[in-house]
């Protein structure tokens, strides 16, 4: 398999699991953000409702970014198999 078809099977890859994390792992998504964005503080944010917004937009965003890397690195493959 060509290199170009494993940098984009790979990349389909992150792609799907940070998609997936946003999508099913909102809140842990959240907690990281919070992390890399203080960086270092020890400030204890309180844990936002189930029904927040920011909680729907990551659900949304996310699966429409896993089915993106799935998607890119299915056809990539595919192609490659077809065409090769």
Known sequence: MPIYVL?????????????FLMAFRPMTVRR????????????RL?????DDP???ALRIAGVMIMIFGITIAGM?????????
């Not at 940098?7 to 998609?19: E, N, T």
């Not at 309180?46 to 189930?50: D, L, Q």
């Not at 990539?76 to 090769?84: R, S």
């Open 7 to 19: 940098i984009i099977d790979i990349l389909g890859i992150v792609f799907a699991i940070s998609g």
């Open 32 to 43: 990281w953000w919070r992390m890399f964005r203080r960086a270092g503080e020890t400030e």
């Open 46 to 50: 309180a844990v936002p409702a189930k």
């Open 54 to 56: 920011v909680v729907y």
């Open 76 to 84: 990539m493959t595919f192609a490659h198999w077809l065409l090769a």
